[in-house]
């Protein structure tokens, strides 16, 4: 079974622009969080969606934004694109029901000039 | 909010000793702990977890304790190899498929 599928893989921006994130499940998976790793703050809890509605959201600012599709298939969208948002963006699923792991996927790099 | 805390950051460890990460949490509610291991460059993979209704798990080499009154869990990896060396996260949560709070992260070295 194939894994989580983020792309792209690397990412590079200049401030004040957009970006959007693609991240594709483990089939059968329906949750999808999404979590921001950075050296300062670690690993840090960005959004979680299942059946295309968000469940829970962390502390970041609304620039910070996403959605699932009806095949589980997750975006995330950053807005205008500050030099702090430079970040390994990771995506991880789970499937439906309670004690069932998260599975990462390897991540997007995104970098601001 | 949940706050999870890890010590130590760093970890040196000759091959073949044990190594042990201690996580302290703050959240009551949470029930749902899982470690992972992170390789240079690579994706958080899971190497364990334990529920609430379990104090103690053991996977081969790698066991993780629960103190539920405590709030606090452990990671004990034994006779530790050079593929053990990576950066290895605590996490708490309520649900298991919802919002994990992670710890700092320790970097543990095992030296040949």
């Known amino acids: 079974k194939a894994g989580v599928t983020q792309t792209p893989r690397y990412l590079i921006k200049t401030r004040g622009q957009q970006v959007t994130l693609s991240c594709s499940p483990i089939?059968?998976?329906?949750?999808v969080s999404w979590y921001q790793q950075t050296p300062g703050q670690g690993l840090q809890f960005l959004f979680e969606?299942?059946?295309?509605?968000?469940?829970n959201k962390g502390n970041f600012p609304g620039r910070f934004s996403g959605r699932q599709f009806s095949n589980s298939r997750s975006e995330m969208n950053v807005s205008t694109l500050e030099l702090g948002d430079s970040a390994l963006y990771l995506c991880?699923?789970?499937?439906?029901?309670?004690?069932?792991?998260?599975?990462f996927g390897d991540g997007t790099r995104l970098s601001i000039l | 909010g949940e706050n999870v805390e890890q010590h130590p950051s760093t970890l040196s460890v000759q091959e073949g000793d044990s190594a042990v990460i201690k996580c302290t949490y703050s959240?009551?509610?949470?029930?749902?702990f899982p470690w992972y291991k992170q390789e240079l460059g690579k994706r958080p993979q899971l190497i364990i977890d334990?529920?609430?209704?379990?104090g103690e798990k053991k996977d081969q080499r790698i066991a993780v304790t629960l103190n539920k009154t405590a709030k606090h869990f452990s990671l004990h990896i034994t006779e530790t190899q050079p593929e053990d060396s990576a950066v290895y996260f605590c996490?708490?949560?309520?649900?298991?498929?919802?919002?994990?709070?992670f710890g700092a992260g320790t970097q543990v070295v095992v030296t040949p």
């Open positions: 991880a699923s789970s499937p439906t029901g309670d004690n069932q792991p998260q599975h």
């Open positions: 089939s059968g998976h329906r949750s």
């Open positions: 969606y299942f059946s295309e509605t968000q469940r």
């Open positions: 959240d009551s509610a949470s029930n749902y």
């Open positions: 334990i529920r609430s209704n379990v």
């Open positions: 996490a708490a949560s309520i649900d298991s498929w919802g919002k994990l709070q």
